[in-house]
T-cell receptor, first 116, second 114 residues
Framework: AQTVTQSQPEMSVQEAETVTLSCTYD???????LFWYKQPPSRQMILVIR??????QNATENRFSVNFQKAAKSFSLKISDSQLGDAAMYFC?????????????FGGGTRLMVKP | NAGVTQTPKFQVLKTGQSMTLQCAQD?????MYWYRQDPGMGLRLIYY???????DKGEVPNGYNVSRLNKREFSLRLESAAPSQTSVYFC?????????????FGPGTRLTVL
C-alpha cells in the first residue's frame, strides 16, 4: 500500500514571500498521479495542482509550482508571493495510475499560516 | 451546477444512535467516495463506489455501511454510533477516464458522537 508523509505539521510565511511545503511518498509503482489540495477554514477541499509521474516537467499553476523528484519520491509545493488567502491546511495526495476505483491516499497535512 | 452536496452540515448523536449522511452530485460522475477527517490527520477513505451498483471498502470501513442509490446519490450510514466516529465526513465524486480523474469534494459534515 502506498503511504504519503508530510513532515511539517505547521509552516508560516510572511506575506509576499515564498514558502515550500514538503511531501514524500512510498510506492513501488512507476505510473501514478500526485496532487496538492488546499483546505481553508471553510473546510472545502480545493485542488491546487497536479502532476503525472511520467511527466518530467514540473507542474505550475500561477503562483503555485511543484518540485517533483521521482527517484527521491518527493513532491514539494512552492507558493510564491504568498497572500493572506493562502492560509489553510495543505494536503498532498497520491493516486495509482492503474487504480480502477480512482482512490486517493492523503498525507497528514501541513497548516500554513501567512503573516501580514 | 451545485457540484457535490452533503446533508446535514452538522450533527450531534448519542452513543448507539443511528443516522445516514446524504451525498449527491450533479456532474454525472461514475465514481463516488466517502472519507473521514480526524483532527491533525488527512482524509481516510471509508467506502467508495466505482460505478453505479458497486461499492467497496476503503481503509476504515468498520462501523459504516453505504448505499449507492443511483448515479447521483451515495449515502453513508452509521448503524450504532460510537464516540470514535466523531469526525468530519467528506463525500467526493470523480469521472473515470477523464484527465487526471480529479475528485471533487463536498463541503463536509461535522459529526459529534457523545
Amino acid at each position: 500500500a502506498q503511504t504519503v508523509t508530510q513532515s511539517q505539521p505547521e509552516m508560516s510565511v510572511q506575506e509576499a514571500e515564498t514558502v515550500t511545503l514538503s511531501c514524500t511518498y512510498d510506492t513501488s509503482e512507476s505510473d501514478y498521479y500526485l496532487f496538492w489540495y488546499k483546505q481553508p477554514p471553510s473546510r472545502q477541499m480545493i485542488l491546487v495542482i497536479r502532476q503525472e509521474a511520467y511527466k518530467q516537467q514540473n507542474a505550475t499553476e500561477n503562483r503555485f509550482s511543484v518540485n517533483f523528484q521521482k527517484a527521491a519520491k518527493s513532491f514539494s509545493l512552492k507558493i510564491s508571493d504568498s497572500q493572506l488567502g493562502d492560509a489553510a491546511m495543505y494536503f498532498c495526495a497520491y493516486r495509482s495510475f492503474n487504480n480502477a476505483g480512482n482512490m486517493l491516499t492523503f498525507g497528514g497535512g501541513t497548516r500554513l499560516m501567512v503573516k501580514p | 451546477n451545485a457540484g457535490v452536496t452533503q446533508t446535514p452540515k452538522f450533527q450531534v448523536l448519542k452513543t448507539g444512535q443511528s443516522m445516514t449522511l446524504q451525498c449527491a452530485q450533479d456532474m454525472n460522475h461514475n465514481s463516488m467516495y466517502w472519507y473521514r477527517q480526524d483532527p491533525g490527520m488527512g482524509l481516510r477513505l471509508i467506502y467508495y463506489s466505482a460505478s453505479e451498483g458497486t461499492t467497496d471498502k476503503g481503509e476504515v470501513p468498520n462501523g459504516y455501511n453505504v448505499s449507492r442509490l443511483n448515479k447521483r446519490e451515495f449515502s453513508l450510514r452509521l448503524e450504532s454510533a460510537a464516540p470514535s466516529q466523531t469526525s468530519v465526513y467528506f463525500c467526493a465524486s470523480s469521472e473515470i477516464g477523464a484527465a487526471y480523474n480529479e475528485q471533487f469534494f463536498g463541503p463536509g459534515t461535522r459529526l459529534t458522537v457523545l
